[in-house]
């Protein structure tokens, strides 16, 4: 079985990438901040003599990682997991004496595992109870489509799934629960697939951007997210690799400003823009990209595996302390 490949066969999406991006080296130490099937860490700790911390808020995948240390043999010794989201790291990592990373990756969204599994209920193919909740604690999706107002509602799945007829939806899940509480997904999907037409061969279920939104409600995908970049950055040692695959445009939009602006490649404002700042005064650019547009999966990966397809990478690098430049 390849390093990279976990037990049910998935492939973590652009593998060959995030290596190539995160460069682990003999000796460094690194993070996968979603450890989710352990594919990014198998094949972090097969690609160099480095220990590797991973967290993950899914207490089933944490469970999984365990058992899966005495089948790494002595890589086991080197992968430390810990239950948490990846956005509490500089808490997690500091009281185990951890302070500085070479790297850390994230694989943003839900994993294989919470899709394929229909009891957590992330899929609208599969009939489960409406949960969606990745560390199992605190309001399911259940619970949001319940107690949300119709505007609440319809202003989420605008806003978190980029739905232009979330109003059209909104309005038919408010008139299906008047009858009944919506419990389970394929509920759910059938009030969404009733008033959204569906499209022509290759476009997405009517029910994909709600479902979307919801799961990031529920799990605070997006305010995690920006946590974690920048507990990500405070992390890293110089020279050190932050590298991050996202599958929609909310996850990579948050991501690329962040990279550009911790790289100093933010546009620079008019010249009459009252926010414009002293030309006369410097400002510390600690990163730099290293790839200017994010990767995309190559051909045969997006042909292969339907997850790919909407993947993008992107990449930053601390700089060494001596080459910090001022702009």
């Not at 399911?140 to 107002?149: E, F, I, Q, R």
């Not at 950055?233 to 695959?245: K, M, N, Y």
């Not at 962040?258 to 926010?275: C, I, N, Q, T, W």
């Not at 051909?299 to 430049?325: F, K, Y």
Request: glycine share 10%; proline share 4%; charged share 25%.
């Amino acid at each position: 079985m390849s390093a990279g490949v976990h037990s049910s066969g998935h492939r973590p999406v652009m593998l060959d990438e995030v290596l190539h991006a995160l460069l682990p080296h003999d000796g460094g130490v690194y993070l996968d901040g979603t450890f989710g099937g352990g594919g990014y860490a198998r094949a972090i700790l097969a690609h160099a003599r480095c220990t590797l911390w991973a967290i993950d808020r899914d207490p089933q995948a944490v469970a999984r990682g365990n058992a899966m240390l005495h089948a790494l043999d002595e890589a086991g010794a080197r992968l430390h997991l810990i239950e948490g989201g990846f956005g509490d790291m500089l808490a997690l990592l500091a009281a185990r004496g951890v302070h500085r990373l070479d790297g850390v990756v994230l694989d943003l969204g839900v994993s294989s595992f919470q899709l394929d599994r229909a009891e957590r209920g992330f899929s609208f193919r599969r009939d489960g109870p409406l949960d969606m909740r990745m560390s199992g604690r605190g309001r399911s999706a259940a619970d949001l489509v319940a107690d949300l107002g119709e505007r609440e509602l319809a202003d989420l799945i605008y806003e978190f799934g980029e739905e232009r007829r979330s109003r059209r939806i909104a309005q038919a899940i408010v008139a299906a629960r008047a009858q009944a509480r919506i419990e389970t997904t394929l509920q759910l999907a059938g009030i969404i697939r009733a008033v959204v037409p569906a499209g022509g061969a290759g476009h997405i279920d009517p029910a994909t951007r709600t479902f979307q939104a919801l799961r990031i409600e529920v799990n605070d995908e997006l305010g995690e997210l920006r946590r974690g970049l920048h507990a990500s950055a405070t992390l890293l040692a110089p020279l050190g690799r932050l590298v991050v695959v996202s599958f929609h445009s909310l996850e990579d939009r948050i991501v690329k400003r962040f990279m550009v602006e911790a790289a100093g490649k933010l546009p620079a404002p008019s010249r009459h823009d009252p926010r414009r700042i002293d030309e006369n005064r410097s400002t510390l650019v600690n990163f730099r990209l290293l790839e200017t547009k994010a990767l995309r999966p190559n051909e045969t990966e997006s042909r292969t595996n339907p997850r790919a397809r909407s993947a993008r990478l992107r990449a930053l690098q601390r700089l060494p302390e001596s080459t910090m430049t001022s702009k």
